[in-house]
């Protein structure tokens, strides 16, 4: 089996690879193909990889490319974590934002919407290239803003194409874990859209048991959710957010946050990345000790000013190791090309599992995954509120990839405007001016 990873010189590809590595079982994958368009970051990560590889008699074969269509062919799975404009580009989606006294964040907000506009032309490109050179394989999206660009590709790729996130099931884990239940066993009655999901319910035996988890205190204080909702917003909504869900429940203060630091978390990762892969050039023996190094600090560092606003504390050191995306893309993986039936939290087409939306909305829900692929399963619907929100996000979504694929600036504007982070018609010119001045990729939205 053939592993193609897109944006393969990115700095989480040794966790995919590290789960590749345990991964004992037969129909594993053998082969890995590394893209990217940086060879220097290429070099980098190839260097992590081989260390990596160092214990295992049997580890999957690494190749490097810069070439698309080279690293296609022939792929059963292509894995795409790709960042456009890379990291500058991401703390100029922030910074322009934030001038206007709008929250700028890689995926929530104005920051997410200028993400998009870059990504989709290339994340489109990209699947016109895998309908024609691998039609058959399999695409595992977390390019972000991960459901935006899932929607994006879905008319070239079908349902072969299924985007993943992290966050959900590390939502569950730790609801799971609160609760002292094994987190594999149990149903996540979680719905939403990537970044702007729910969970509503936690069943473990044919029982329910969210219920009792909103009602203990102690134990909804002692993990992530709980302490940056607080125990009385999560009781009064009867369900627990995504964590991303804090920049619109405490929005002002999320906001006040991030503009009172310098540094946004763009450019603390700009500094962070360019020095571990400059120095991962100069001692390559070193590389996967570099690597460790500078991802512990990252993972410690994760939504800093939302955990200060809601004075959370440190990051729970259990959540910087448990098994995040990659156990997902893995999970995803093995389900398909075993045939071996999983129930993972994905971002598939709607299908009518929840009727405030279309057919073809990418939602993000639990999804039971065979050979056949992914189908979204029975969840509860939407209250009024999550439904509001939700539809109001999907235009916006739909309103930034109608113009990612036409060029309208009408379609742009509507986006940013029709924002519930964005307050202002007048704002969403001025941010789109903003970011058509700085991003080469959104010149020609200029007026
Ligand atoms: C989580 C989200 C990703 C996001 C990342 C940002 O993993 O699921 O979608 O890209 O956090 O983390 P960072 O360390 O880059 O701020
Ligand atoms: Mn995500």
Request: negative net charge; glycine residues 10%.
């Amino acid at each position: 089996m053939r592993l193609t990873i897109l944006g393969g010189g990115g700095f989480r590809v040794p966790l995919v690879y590290q789960a590749l590595l345990g991964d004992r079982g037969e129909g594993r994958i053998t082969s890995v193909v590394l893209y990217d368009t940086d060879r220097g970051r290429l070099g980098a990560i190839g260097a992590v990889l081989r260390q990596q590889a160092a214990k295992y008699s049997d580890a999957p074969a690494v190749t490097e490319t810069t070439d698309l269509d080279e690293a296609l062919r022939g792929a059963d799975f292509v894995f795409s974590a790709i960042r456009v404009g890379g990291l500058e580009g991401r703390t100029v989606d922030e910074r322009v934002a934030l001038d206007l006294g709008v929250l700028g964040q890689e995926t929530v907000g104005a920051g997410g919407i200028a993400y998009a506009l870059r990504t989709l032309p290339v994340a489109v490109g990209i699947a016109q290239r895998i309908a024609e050179l691998a039609p058959e394989a399999w695409v595992i999206n977390f390019t972000n803003p991960a459901g935006m660009v899932t929607e994006a590709m879905i008319p070239y790729l079908g349902d072969r194409v299924i985007g993943i996130c992290d966050s959900p099931s590390g939502l569950g884990r730790r609801a799971a874990l609160a609760l002292g239940l094994d987190a594999s066993t149990v149903f996540y009655d979680y719905a939403g859209l990537n970044h702007l999901g729910w969970l509503r319910g936690l069943q473990s035996g044919g029982v329910d048991r969210l219920p009792e988890l909103l009602a203990d205190s102690t134990a909804l204080g002692a993990f992530e959710e709980g302490r940056l909702f607080g125990v009385e917003w999560l009781r009064s909504l009867g369900s627990i957010p995504n964590e991303y869900l804090h920049y619109y429940y405490f929005a002002r203060e999320t906001l006040a946050a991030v503009q009172a630091v310098e540094q946004t978390r763009g450019t603390f990762l700009l500094e962070q990345q360019s020095a571990f892969y400059a120095e991962t050039a100069r001692r390559p023996d070193d590389a996967l000790e570099l690597w460790q190094k500078t991802r512990a600090e990252r993972e410690s560092t994760y939504m800093v000013e939302s955990r200060a606003v809601a004075d959370a504390g440190e990051r729970d050191e259990r959540d910087m190791s448990a098994g995040g995306y990659e156990q997902v893309a893995l999970s995803l993986m093995r389900a398909i090309a075993h045939n071996e039936r999983a129930s993972l939290i994905l971002n598939v087409r709607n299908r009518g599992t929840l009727r405030h939306l279309d057919d073809d909305a990418v939602v993000e829900v639990p999804c039971t995954v065979d050979a056949n692929g992914a189908r979204p399963v029975t969840v509860s619907q939407f209250t009024d509120h999550q439904a509001g929100l939700v539809c109001a996000v999907k235009a916006v979504e739909r309103s930034t990839i109608e113009a990612a694929t036409t060029g309208s600036r009408a379609a742009a504007v509507r986006a940013f405007a029709w924002h519930p982070l964005i307050d202002s018609v007048t704002a969403a010119h001025q941010l789109l001016d903003g970011y058509a001045d700085r991003l080469p990729e959104l010149a020609p939205f200029r007026r």
